[in-house]
């Protein structure tokens, strides 16, 4: 119990302090900070896992490593999400494609995956739901990043395509993860889902 809580409040105070970072003059550095940030909240997902084994590995590697294939064919070749790059606050990449966000991409996966579970407990109903909360999430995203420099579309329009790849993606991505059954906490992945949220839609106003 004590664990969750400081797991919480650590969240909490990470995202609130970016958020009045980013709206300080030192809006740079904390921009900077985004995959310490993201990567605090993958490891606080993961160490409230009922158990590691090699399972829950193959789980997670699922979304991580369809992100890359996909965000590669996008950033390189302008296949299904669009035309678009990234910039230099999501930190290292790889074929243009930053690690962090592969990284994101699982974490994602893994808490929309359990508020699917609150939804029904129809395998294929949760498969898509997951996938929808992936894309409504992501819509909230794609008017802050290209003001952070996390990525940009060609001529500054993020094409209705960006979507629909996001939901086929995040189905296919659900459709593998959740076939493992991963036991992990609800509640965390709440917060997590919150605070990511709640992150991105005060930038909707300021």
Known sequence: MQKTKISIGLLWLFTISGIIGILS?????????T???LSLSFVILCIHLKGVSKHTVHALAIPFLLGFITEALGVNYGLLFGTYSYGANLGFKVLGVPLIICLNWCMLTMVTADLAKYLSKN?????????????LLDVVIEVSAPRFDFWAFEGGIVPLQN???WFAIGS?????YQSYEVDSKAKISFHVFASIFVFFAVFLVF
């Open 172 to 176: 296919l991505a659900h459709l593998g």
């Open 123 to 135: 395998k294929w109903i949760r498969i898509g739901a997951g996938a929808f909360i992936m894309t």
């Open 35 to 37: 995959p310490l940030n």
């Open 163 to 165: 979507y629909l790849a």
């Open 25 to 33: 003059p030192a809006k740079d550095w904390f921009l900077m900070l």
